[in-house]
């Protein structure tokens, strides 16, 4: 069984900082894609940054320039550095990640619990 635990979630004024980071604990053979979603109330869920496991990474052009997203394929995580946050960037924000759990199994999406980002004064 496999299960992404979240963790760095919290309350921040406009222009600060917050690091989030998600681990996969369990039987994982190999981790494809890995990324950062949130949702707003009201809103659907939305991308914010996905990292492949050696290519090129992916930003919503709402957080290009103030969101960085990075990998540890040895163990596993991924973490969301988030500067110069605003407002607007408040939702719940959910971790995924595309999982193979063992061989001829094929992929799968799994996703955090949540942890919540709220940015006001």
């Known amino acids: 069984q496999v299960q992404l635990v979240e963790s760095g979630g919290g309350l921040v004024q406009p222009g600060g900082s917050l690091r989030l980071s998600c681990g996969a604990s369990g039987t994982v053979y190999h981790i494809y894609n890995m990324g950062w979603y949130r949702q707003a109330p ?4 939305e991308v914010v940054a996905t990292v492949p496991p050696g290519g090129s990474t992916y930003y919503a052009d709402r957080v290009k320039g103030r969101f960085t997203i990075s990998r540890d394929n040895a163990k596993n ?8 946050l605003k ?4 939702a719940v924000y959910y ?7 063992q061989i001829g ?3 799968l999406d799994y ?6 980002v709220t940015v006001s004064s």
């Not at 009201?42 to 869920?45: E, H, I, L, M, Y």
């Not at 996703?111 to 919540?116: A, P």
């Open 42 to 45: 009201g809103n659907q869920r």
């Open 77 to 84: 995580t991924v973490s969301l550095q988030m500067n110069s």
């Open 87 to 90: 407002p607007e960037d408040t």
């Open 95 to 101: 971790c995924h990640a595309l999982i193979i759990t």
């Open 105 to 107: 199994v094929p992929p």
């Open 111 to 116: 996703w955090g619990q949540g942890t919540q």
